[in-house]
């Protein structure tokens, strides 16, 4: 049997394991949706980190750094600043209120804070819970049909079946406790691939100075050479739209054109000369840009650190641990296992890009990256590594997206079965009857994402930052100032949640507005001004409830 096959049906055979034995410990549904309140600090964080960090994490952001170069590591200082901001400024005080309130979800607990009894804040909160997620588990299944098809050579539509089964699966049968615990291990099996793996690929190329060479060893005169049989020796640009170096194709991600026309004398000049200049870019922690477009690209990096206020999947971690003072121990975990896969990530890109420079690569590899460079992190693993350990780490990419997907499932689920079936529809319904519930509306989100998935022609990058960008505005800026302002009002945090989506959806879809900078920036102030100022005409409105 081939040897990355086996390393790959061993880690979804832990996993299916455990959906197993967790199936038992659901005995109502707050075990199901928040595993009693009853995790410790270990497990909370690698299940914070494992569920934040998506096939974004493995996929898109080397895919990123492939492409831009050192630039990428904005995006990492953004997530790591995020990470922290959000352990240390919302976790306790959303633990101890959450559990005062009794809510187990965030619509329950805006509703039970602000003693709702229109139900506006909940129903609202459900609906963009639900889209957005929909949105993002999709872009898991994308995520995990292309490592399969990578890997394993399976269809990529067959490779989200088998992803999103076995998702489905651990998910329905085991709820949180499944999901917590699988990410412990996701989250181990990750750091592990997103260390190890731009390690061995330093090493392979003698550390940072070599590489730095190897990145702008663009030859004068050529871009490949040919060489034996079918392979090429290739040096990638490293650029942040990789069209512009192929006579104008205008499509950064679809690179299809005939050898004939691309050995004209012509082709190859402009080629070498973008070669040269992008070379230089590559290692400008600025991507060589000066003015706005420098500040939109610094900015829009950051600006991913304030989706983590707002992440539903992320702030139930932070309300499931055991001991609110375990949550110091819990962040020093979850920072430094983020700052060692980010660093991982965007490594994985940056040295990926020296060794397609100065090794000779096989065409139809090669082809692949030029196509959809978010297979960057698959490629590098099958260099570098043997086929059977190449399978482990297939696991870990397989991982990101799986802990991701599980998370948001459970939460949407949570969102359908508590927040409006029991709460609104019919409070006096059995725990059974709300499990049953809760897996049959995973399910179903499941199927929809899966479909969403198979007609999505964006890369798992641009969907998972949309997601990112609607959830992070929506919510944020109302749970801060709930947590930390006395004056919140009801109605503040509803015109925040109103305003986030709708700059968010409106900024995505305009294409002047998307080109000048990341949505979730506009979508967050708007949202944070909102909040405070609908907040201050409301102030005779009921105040927030205090236990």
């Known amino acids: 049997m081939d040897p990355i096959l086996v390393g790959f049906l061993g880690y979804l055979l832990i996993v299916l394991i455990v959906g197993f ?54 995006d990492a200082i953004g997530c790591c600043s995020g990470i922290l901001f959000s352990w240390i400024v919302v976790s306790r005080r959303l633990r101890t209120d959450s559990e005062a309130h009794e809510a187990i979800t965030l619509p329950r ?71 917590a615990w699988t990410d412990l291990f996701q989250g181990i099996l990750m750091l592990v691939t997103l260390f190890l793996l731009p390690l061995l690929g330093l090493i392979y190329l003698g550390f940072f100075s070599p590489l730095n060479e190897a990145v702008t060893s663009a030859p004068a005169n050529y871009f490949f050479s040919l060489a034996s049989g079918n392979e090429f020796s290739a040096w990638h640009m490293g650029l942040t739209s990789l069209g512009t170096i192929f006579a104008g194709t ?13 050995a004209r004398p012509e082709v190859i000049g402009a080629i070498s000369e973008n070669m040269q200049t992008n070379s230089t870019n590559f290692l400008s922690i600025v991507a060589g840009r000066s003015g706005w477009p420098m500040w939109a690209g610094i900015l829009g990096g950051l600006g991913i650190g304030l989706g983590y206020m707002g992440q ?10 055991k001991d609110p003072n375990k949550l110091r121990q819990g962040s020093l975990v979850a920072v430094t296992w983020a700052l060692l896969a980010f660093w991982g990530a965007v490594l994985i890109g940056i040295v990926a890009n020296g060794i ?27 260099f570098l590594l043997p086929a059977w350990l190449a399978g482990i780490l297939i696991s870990g990419a397989i991982a990101a997206m799986m802990s991701t997907a599980d998370s948001q499932l459970l939460v949407s689920t949570s969102a359908i079965s508590e927040d409006v079936y029991h709460q609104m529809i019919n409070k006096r319904a059995s725990q059974r009857r709300l499990v049953f519930l809760s897996r049959a509306a995973t399910l179903a989100i499941g199927i929809i994402a899966f479909i969403l998935a198979i007609s999505a022609q964006e890369l798992v990058y641009d969907l998972v930052l949309y997601a990112w960008a609607g959830l992070g505005a929506a919510f944020g800026p109302g749970l801060l100032m709930t947590l930390w302002w006395k004056r919140t009002t009801k109605w503040g945090v509803l015109a925040g949640m109103i305003v986030g989506t ?46």
């Open 21 to 74: 034995i967790t199936a038992r410990l659901n005995k109502t549904l707050p075990d199901y949706l928040l595993a009693g309140r009853r995790l410790g600090s270990w497990v909370v964080a690698f299940s914070e980190r494992a569920s934040g960090e998506s096939a974004w994490l493995l996929l898109g952001l080397p895919a990123l750094a492939w492409m831009a170069g050192y630039s990428a590591f904005w």
């Open 312 to 321: 539903p999947h992320l702030l139930t971690r932070f309300m499931a641990i």
């Open 502 to 547: 709708a700059t968010v959806i409106i900024w995505k879809n305009v294409p002047a507005l998307d080109a000048f900078i990341y949505e979730i920036i506009p979508g967050f102030i708007f949202a944070f001004i909102s909040v405070i100022f609908v907040s201050l005409i409301t102030q005779n409105s009921r105040k927030p409830k205090q236990k």
């Open 109 to 179: 607990y805006f509703e039970a804070k602000y003693d709702d009894k229109t139900q506006a804040l909940k129903l609202t909160a459900t609906v963009i819970i639900v889209f957005f997620f929909t949105i993002y588990v999709a872009a898991q299944l994308l995520g995990a049909g292309k490592v399969l098809h990578f890997f394993l050579g399976v269809d990529e539509i067959h490779g989200m079946l088998i992803g999103g089964g076995i998702i489905l699966f651990y998910t329905m049968m085991g709820g949180f406790f499944a999901v």
């Open 356 to 382: 397609v420079r100065t090794h000779s690569i096989d065409f139809g590899e090669l082809m692949v990256l030029f196509n959809d460079p978010e297979k960057v992190m698959p490629f590098l693993a099958t």
């Open 250 to 262: 205008g499509n950064p991600h679809l690179l299809f054109f005939s050898l004939n026309e691309f």
